[in-house]
């Protein structure tokens, strides 16, 4: 199994996830796969007013019918990404990892790094309810913060690649 890497919000003063996310109004959460750079990057922005103007037009211009009205994404733009992770050659993770991506949208509780970390990153929970699973069954009060609101998913791939396909 793989469990993945944790990266911290020490960039977004907690602004990226519950409570301090929807009290700001949400956010935007961009990643950027790129086998040929070999990274992926992922970027929180909350409150929305924290958007780069480049995103904010990129997701402006997406439906635009006439393409030459679009404007592309330049993730170079952004600022430092809350999360980089380095893929391919030459790290410890094999760009062979990442083919026929899926986009997933989950709220889970109590999944394979959450659960291994509860003791950790709950330890007030812990003390009462000695697994994550004993402790979301027993408050649901606890976890109605815990939702997603989309106003919309953009996939955007350069156009170069596009001929590609």
């Excluded at 409150?47 to 030459?68: C, F, I, K």
């Excluded at 980089?84 to 760009?95: D, K, L, Q, R, V």
């Excluded at 394979?112 to 009060?141: H, I, L």
Aim: contains cysteine; charged residues 25%.
């Amino acid at each position: 199994i793989n469990q993945g890497c944790v990266a911290t919000d020490l960039k977004t003063e907690g602004r990226s996830l519950g409570v301090p996310l929807n009290a700001n109004g949400g956010g935007v959460y961009a990643l950027e796969w790129d086998p040929v750079y070999r990274h992926i990057r992922t970027w929180v922005f909350s409150p929305h007013g924290r958007v780069p103007s480049n995103l904010r037009e990129a997701m402006r211009t997406a439906l635009e019918e006439d393409v030459g009205k679009r404007v592309a994404p330049d993730t170079d733009t952004w600022g430092l990404p809350y999360g980089h992770f380095p893929i391919g050659e030459g790290t410890n993770c094999p760009s062979g990892h990442f083919r026929n991506m899926r986009l997933v949208i989950n709220l889970a509780f109590c999944g394979s790094v959450s659960g291994n970390r509860y003791f950790m990153d709950c330890p007030k929970q812990f003390k009462k309810f000695k697994t994550c699973n004993e402790w979301v069954a027993s408050n649901p009060e606890e976890l109605k913060e815990a939702y997603w609101k989309i106003r919309g998913v953009y996939v955007y791939e350069r156009e170069w690649e596009r001929q590609w396909t």
